[in-house]
């Protein structure tokens, strides 16, 4: 009998099977074998010679790769906060069942639907300093553009903020969500103690909905270390590479100079630096869980 | 069960159908999508002398002369490497594809596209008809390794109009500068008559023009920059000179501040500026801007290659296209495809040239009908005179990007111009080094 049951056991690990054979093959073959080729000196298309750790040696002096590290950080505090507040305040003010909020729910999501070329066609319309709207709006105010582009203290600002117009309707959704799943029965007993609506937001909503904040701030984190397509497009990094994030120098170096050894190097770089943020953010918020 | 062996064996039989008799084959190329000013069967609704219209109408007639073909066309962005890499990576690189004749080298040197001399021979394709720049710049170690469909440069289109204004017109030709003084006087004095910029070129989210000029003007000045395949030496007076004179018009506003590619076209267009420092393929684009009444450009439009500053002959960066055919499986039926279109190709030369590119065949190069379109003239004897980087230097695209890079930066004024050219130097001197 137990021996039947072991075997029944065993046979229901079928039903997760194609996930995980598709994980293994497209997520951690890939992953390891990444991290074994960073180990060499490797062309795209041909030959391939092992230089141990020389590639990672390479890139800590390569003042290229350490600027693009720099960025991808700043781009990262940039967005990854208002990314996290912003649609709080949307859902939080959404959160009703009328037809204004579900049409303005409907508008601060469409922006997400949008392809990054579309994001960045509209953006590079309105912030591009010859002819741009923005350009033409100061014009029309008797100002001068501001080089949105084409400045490097402001580029990765207007990263951030065609980032956060692009990124904000999925979080939304989440806290949407999450909101809707707290028991209305706490809020009319919150009511009948006369809580006013800071206090209520305060003491019953903020914490109801702290695990969908870890969620989207872990989330967030990780989807923005990743930034590629904005910058690839609008200003392939300039100016003076002030623009330029990790993504896409890995790019640069694996298809442009075919140079994948390296690549994969920066690529590793790149996954230990999400991964430690993620697991710092992790246990710091599980942390303040815990002691509250 | 036998209810549903009859249904297997009856889908089964449904499936099987005659033979196809069409060869479909994977075309990618550059140059844009335009389908919309080009309607399948019609000539182009306007500007029928642009690169992407006369590419797109060539291959639609192709395709209606040789019914028993079908082109599977694919349209990469400019210049079409990194998606092309990728298909290589995934195995599925197309059956032809456009290539610039700087990038062969990279894909011959890995075994990635095929010969051609004697594809070429078997259906008549001629190779001893190509220009000598031609010839030069699809041979690669002895053999031919692609069909070549222009020679092309950056020149400078002049908008005569503005130049008139500024007093820069003699005997109905644009008074060009001989010397970096000359050149800045020039500016400044066309910048006090019109208020507008002298030079008008990409300077943001673009790295190509920038390396162009430096290349031009460093053979304008004999400087031996590639002393062998493997270095670079661009932290030199020669480089210096020339990046400090364009450091210097920009600062002085003498060229237009943060204009990407297509806002620098338009300022061209618009009459916002003198002279757009852009390739070949803007002539067809210009002319007939010239030709419409009303527009900016209708007061005088000029073509002219870079005016030499240093004292050398007349010389200019020059590259071009090509059609090769990547190494992969193919049927014999699909391989006499692509040759097929290489050669139709080949005939129709002439009509590619319409665009402002040098032709690539000698008899169309000599022929009244391409000296008889406009500006040809002046400019095809760059065809001669125009120099490529050496044959050897692999990663020319990557190095483009690299010196355009720090080009920009230093121009633009982020970067001292003494750092922008070390840095370039000691950049390209790695990757070129790292190459195995």
């Known amino acids: 009998m137990g021996a039947r049951a072991a075997s029944r056991q065993w046979s229901n690990a079928l039903f997760v099977a194609p996930y995980l054979i598709a994980y293994l093959c497209l997520l951690i073959f890939p992953l390891v074998s990444g991290m074994g080729l960073s180990l060499f000196k490797a062309d795209l298309f041909g030959g391939r010679e092992f230089v141990g750790l020389e590639n990672f040696a390479r890139l800590f002096k390569d003042t290229v790769f350490l600027q693009s590290v720099a960025n991808t950080f700043y781009f990262v505090l940039l967005t990854v906060p208002p990314l996290t507040v912003i649609p709080l305040f949307l859902a939080l003010l959404l959160n009703r069942s009328d037809r204004t909020a579900a049409i303005f729910r409907g508008v601060f999501f469409s922006s997400s639907v949008l392809s990054v070329t579309i994001v960045t066609l509209i953006w590079r319309m309105i912030l591009m300093t010859e002819g741009g709207l923005a350009a033409n709006i100061r014009h029309a105010m008797g100002f001068d553009a501001i080089p949105f582009l084409s400045d490097p203290n402001l580029v990765m600002i207007s990263m951030a903020i065609i980032t956060v117009w692009w990124c904000l309707g999925l979080p939304m959704m989440l806290y949407l969500s999450a909101l809707q799943q707290v028991p209305q029965d706490i809020y009319e007993a919150a009511e009948l103690d006369n809580s006013g609506w800071f206090r209520t937001l305060w003491s019953i909503t903020l914490p109801a909905l702290s695990r969908t904040v870890i969620l989207v701030a872990i989330f967030q984190c990780v989807l923005q270390f990743q930034l590629f397509g904005q910058p690839q497009l609008i200003t392939q990094g300039g100016p003076n590479g002030a623009s330029r994030p990790i993504v896409l120098f890995i790019f640069e170096v694996g298809f442009r100079r075919w140079d994948i050894g390296y690549a994969a190097a920066a690529s590793q770089i790149l996954f230990g630096i999400i991964l430690l943020a993620t697991l710092i953010q992790y246990f710091v918020t599980s942390r303040k869980q815990v002691s509250s | ?436």
Request: charged fraction near 20%.
């Open chain 2, 1 to 436: 069960m036998k209810k549903l062996l009859l249904a297997v064996a009856l889908l089964a039989l449904g499936s099987c159908s005659e033979k196809s008799e069409v060869t479909e084959i994977s075309v990618q190329r550059i140059f844009g999508e335009c389908r919309a000013n080009v309607p399948k069967g019609q000539p182009p609704l306007r500007n029928p002398d642009g690169e992407c219209e006369i590419v797109t109408q060539i291959l639609d007639d192709f395709e209606k002369r040789n019914p028993d073909i079908r082109l599977k066309v694919n349209i990469a962005p400019w210049p079409g490497y990194d998606q092309l890499s990728a298909q290589y990576a995934a195995g599925d690189p197309p059956d032809v594809v456009t290539m610039h004749m700087s990038v062969m080298p990279d894909f011959v040197s890995r075994g990635l596209i095929e010969p051609l001399d004697a594809d070429f021979a078997k259906v008549g394709l001629d190779v001893n008809n190509f220009t000598p720049a031609a010839r030069n710049g699809v041979t690669v170690k002895g053999h031919v390794y692609g069909m070549p469909f222009d020679n092309w440069t950056q020149l400078w289109h002049i908008n005569m109009g503005l130049f008139q204004k500024a007093g820069l017109v003699r005997d109905g030709q644009p008074i060009l500068p001989h010397s970096p003084d000359e050149l800045l006087a020039q500016a400044r004095q066309f910048k006090q008559a019109t208020g507008l910029p002298y030079l008008l070129q990409p300077t943001d989210n673009e790295r190509a023009a920038f390396t162009r000029n430096i290349y031009t003007y460093l053979l304008d000045q004999n400087a031996v920059f590639f002393p062998d395949n493997k270095h670079i030496r661009l932290d030199t007076p020669e480089a210096r000179r020339i990046v400090e004179l364009f450091r210097q018009i920009y600062a002085e506003g003498l060229m237009a501040p943060a204009q990407d590619y297509p806002a620098a076209m338009a300022a061209f267009l618009n009459g916002q500026g003198g002279i757009c420092m852009v390739g070949t393929w803007m002539i067809g684009a210009f002319e007939a801007e010239a030709n419409t009444p009303g527009r900016p450009l209708s007061a005088g439009y000029a073509v002219r290659p870079y005016p030499m500053l240093y004292g050398g002959k007349q010389t200019a960066y020059v590259d071009g296209h090509a059609w090769v055919m990547p190494r992969r499986e193919r049927t014999p039926e699909q391989r006499a495809a692509v040759i097929r279109l290489m050669k139709f190709l080949q005939q129709r030369d002439y009509d590619w040239s319409r665009t402002g590119h040098l032709p690539t065949q000698a008899d169309i190069a000599r022929s009244p009908q391409y000296l008889g379109l406009p500006h040809r003239d002046g400019i095809v004897a760059l065809a001669t005179v125009g120099q490529t980087l050496p044959a050897g230097v692999e990663r020319q695209i990557a190095i483009q990007d690299i010196i355009g890079d720090e080009m920009a930066s230093a121009i633009t004024g982020h970067k001292p111009v003494a750092q922008a050219l070390k840095d370039a130097e000691h950049r390209v001197n790695d990757l070129l080094f790292h190459v195995l």
